[in-house]
C-alpha cells in the first residue's frame, strides 16, 4: 500500500534523528582518525608500507595538498631520502605561500559553510618547520656525499636554506612583535592594569603571552648553518638571536629546558673566539657562561664536535567538540554547553579553560601542563552564558531565537593536554650527557588553538545561526509540511558542521639537542630515550671524526605501537 507523502517525510526525520544523535555522541570522523593507519606503520618503522598509505588516504591537489606533501616529506626524511625529502617541501612551501593570498571572501565562504571543505593552508609554526627540515635534508645530504663537490653543494643548500628561514623569522617579529618588545609592554603599568580588568571581565586568559612571535631552534639551527660553512660572523648572530629568543621568553612560554639558554650563549662566545675577538668573548662569557662552561671553552677551539638532533614524539591529533547551543529568552542571551553524556574530562577542560563563567585564575597553566590541578577543576554542570542585551531586538526580528530553539550542535576544534615526554641521554665511552629540550611543536599546536578558540566560537555560533535560520525560512514556504521541513534542515544543519582538525602530525612532539666535544677517532654513540607512557628506546650509531668536524646525528625516537610489558621495559632501564 502507497504511503502517504506525511509519512514518508516522517520516517526521513526518525531517520535523520538517529543518524544525529550518533554525531553528537561521536562526532565527525577527524583528519587524525582518517591517516592513523599510516601513522602507526610509521611509528612501526614500515617506512614503504605508510607511504603507500599516505598516498591512498590524501591527494597531491586539492584541499589536503599541503598535508600530502608535508607528511611524505617527512617520511622520506627518515627514509633517509633527503633529496625527494626536499622535492616534497619545496612544493609545499609553494602551496603554504599561495594559499596565503587566497582572497577573503572565499575564506569567509568556506568557514560558514565548513571549514573542512576548504583547503589548509597550515600554521605559522608549521611553515617554518617546513625550513627546519629542509636545511636537516642538506645537512644529511652533505654527511652521505661521495665526493667533496657534492658535499659543498649540500652545505650551501642548507646555508641558502638558513637564509630563507633568516626571513621568514624576520617577518614573524615585525608582525607579532619580538619577545623582548612583548616583555616591555607587560612591564608598563596600563597594561598591567588591563590585564587587571580583562580578569575582572571574565577573561582570564592573556593571549598575548601564547603567540608564536620567534623561533629561538630555528636561529639556532641557522647559526649550525654557517658555522659549517665557516662563516663564523653570521654564525654568531644567529646564535645570539637564539640565546636572546630563548633568555627573552621563547623558553618558558614552549616549556623548554633553561640549559639551551646556556648553550646558546657558549656558542655565541665560541664564534667570536673563532673570529678573533677573544677580549669581548671573555668579557660575555664572564657575564653569561658558568664557570665550568668557561673551562670548557679552550678545548672546543679546534676539536671535533657532534651534535645530536633527537625528534621525540608524534604531534598532538587535533580533534572535535560538540556543544549545544540554545536561546535563553529571560536572560536575553545565548547559551552553550558540552553535551552531557558525550564529552571525555578533556574536552570539559578546555571548555572550562577557555569559554565557561569561571573563576579559576591558574586553569590554562594546568592545561599547558597536563598538570594534575586539571584533577581539581570544577567540571560538572559548565555554561557559557553569551548576554546580548539590546542585541537581543536584532535576534527576535531575525527569528533567531526560535530557529535555535532549546538545542543546536556547534562544533569547536580542541587538543588533549599533551603530557611532556620523558629525559634523553647521549652516552659516548663512560661519559653520559643529558639533552636539552630546545622546541616544542606540540605545544606550539595546543597554544596556536587557544590563541584561535575566540574565533573558533564565533565562527561556530555563526555558522549555526546561519544554517538555523535558513532552515527556518524553508519551513515558512514548505505548507502543511513546514515543521517537518524545518526539522529536517536543522539536523541536516547539524549533520553536516565540523570543526578544522587538520594538522601536520608527523612533527615531533618535541625536539631535543646536545652538543660534545670529542677526540679525533672513532666513537660509538648511544641514545637512551624514555618516551611518553613509559616506552624506552635506546639507539646507536658510530662515528669517524677528525679534528674541526662537525658531525650531526638526526634521530626519530617513537614509542611502538604495542602495549609495553612494564617488566621487559624497567629490565632495559637498567641495562
Not at 646564535?239 to 621563547?250: H, M, P, T, V
Not at 656558542?267 to 667570536?272: A, P, Y
Not at 564565533?458 to 505548507?479: E, F, I
Request: charged share 20%.
Amino acid at each position: 500500500m502507497k504511503q502517504p507523502p506525511s509519512f514518508s517525510l516522517r520516517n526521513s526525520l526518525n531517520r535523520l534523528l538517529t543518524v544525529a544523535g550518533v554525531v553528537v555522541i561521536s562526532g565527525c570522523a577527524t583528519y587524525g582518525s582518517g591517516v592513523q593507519q599510516a601513522l602507526e606503520q610509521v611509528q612501526q618503522g614500515d617506512l614503504t608500507v605508510a607511504e603507500a598509505s599516505f598516498k591512498q588516504t590524501l591527494q597531491p591537489t586539492g584541499n589536503d595538498a599541503l598535508l600530502y606533501h608535508l607528511e611524505l616529506g617527512v617520511v622520506k626524511h627518515l627514509q633517509g631520502d633527503f633529496a625527494a625529502s626536499n622535492q616534497l617541501l619545496n612544493q609545499a612551501e609553494q602551496i603554504a605561500e599561495r594559499l596565503e593570498t587566497v582572497s577573503i571572501t572565499d575564506s569567509l565562504a568556506v568557514l560558514m559553510s565548513n571549514p573542512r571543505q576548504g583547503a589548509y593552508g597550515g600554521a605559522e609554526f608549521e611553515k617554518m618547520f617546513i625550513n627546519y627540515y629542509k636545511a636537516l635534508n642538506y645537512f644529511g645530504l652533505a654527511q652521505t656525499a661521495t665526493s667533496r663537490n657534492d658535499r659543498l653543494d649540500a652545505l650551501d643548500g642548507a646555508r641558502i636554506e638558513s637564509r630563507r628561514l633568516i626571513i621568514r623569522l624576520n617577518d614573524l617579529n615585525s608582525r607579532k612583535g619580538t619577545y623582548a618588545e612583548q616583555k616591555s609592554k607587560d612591564e608598563q603599568t596600563f597594561s598591567q592594569l588591563l590585564d587587571i580588568f580583562d580578569a575582572l571581565s571574565g577573561n582570564m586568559v592573556d593571549m598575548d603571552q601564547l603567540v608564536y612571535r620567534d623561533d629561538a631552534m630555528a636561529h639556532y639551527l641557522t647559526g649550525i648553518s654557517f658555522e659549517m660553512n665557516g662563516e663564523y660572523d653570521d654564525a654568531r648572530i644567529s646564535y645570539q638571536k637564539a640565546a636572546q629568543s630563548y633568555e627573552d621568553g621563547f623558553a618558558t612560554q614552549f616549556r623548554l629546558d633553561p640549559e639551551m639558554i646556556s648553550q646558546a650563549w657558549f656558542d655565541v662566545v665560541r664564534m667570536m673566539r673563532k673570529s678573533g675577538d677573544k677580549e669581548d668573548a671573555n668579557q660575555l662569557a664572564k657575564r653569561k657562561l658558568s664557570k665550568q662552561q668557561r673551562a670548557e671553552l679552550k678545548r672546543w677551539d679546534d676539536t671535533a664536535q657532534v651534535i645530536v638532533v633527537e625528534h621525540k614524539g608524534m604531534a598532538p591529533h587535533r580533534k572535535e567538540m560538540n556543544l549545544e547551543m540554545s536561546a535563553n529568552a529571560t536572560l536575553q542571551s545565548f547559551e552553550l554547553r558540552p553535551y552531557l553524556f558525550a564529552t571525555d574530562r578533556n574536552q570539559l577542560a578546555w571548555f572550562y579553560v577557555l569559554y565557561a563563567d569561571k573563576l579559576i585564575f591558574d586553569a590554562l597553566t594546568f592545561y599547558l601542563d597536563a598538570d594534575a590541578g586539571l584533577l581539581d577543576l570544577p567540571l560538572v554542570g559548565l555554561t557559557k552564558t553569551i548576554y546580548l542585551g539590546p542585541l537581543w531586538d536584532q535576534v527576535m526580528d531575525l527569528g533567531l531565537d526560535q530557529a535555535i530553539g532549546s538545542s543546536m550542535r556547534i562544533t569547536v576544534p580542541y587538543y588533549d593536554p599533551v603530557p611532556a615526554e620523558g629525559p634523553s641521554a647521549l652516552l659516548v665511552g663512560d661519559r653520559s650527557y643529558d639533552l636539552y629540550k630546545s622546541s616544542n611543536p606540540a605545544q606550539m599546536a595546543v597554544q596556536e588553538q587557544i590563541l584561535n578558540s575566540s574565533v573558533d566560537i564565533q565562527m561556530a555560533l555563526a555558522r549555526a545561526s546561519l544554517k538555523a535560520l535558513t532552515a527556518a525560512q524553508v519551513a515558512q514556504v514548505g505548507g502543511e509540511f513546514g515543521g517537518l521541513l524545518s526539522a529536517v534542515g536543522k539536523i541536516t544543519a547539524q549533520l553536516t558542521d565540523a570543526a578544522e582538525t587538520r594538522n601536520w602530525l608527523l612533527l615531533p612532539s618535541d625536539v631535543r639537542i646536545r652538543r660534545v666535544a670529542l677526540d679525533a677517532g672513532t666513537h660509538q654513540l648511544t641514545l637512551d630515550s624514555q618516551l611518553r607512557g613509559g616506552y624506552h628506546k635506546r639507539q646507536q650509531t658510530t662515528v669517524t671524526v677528525e679534528s674541526g668536524d662537525i658531525h650531526l646525528w638526526r634521530v626519530r625516537s617513537l614509542k611502538p605501537t604495542a602495549v609495553p610489558d612494564p617488566n621487559a621495559v624497567n629490565k632495559r632501564i637498567a641495562q
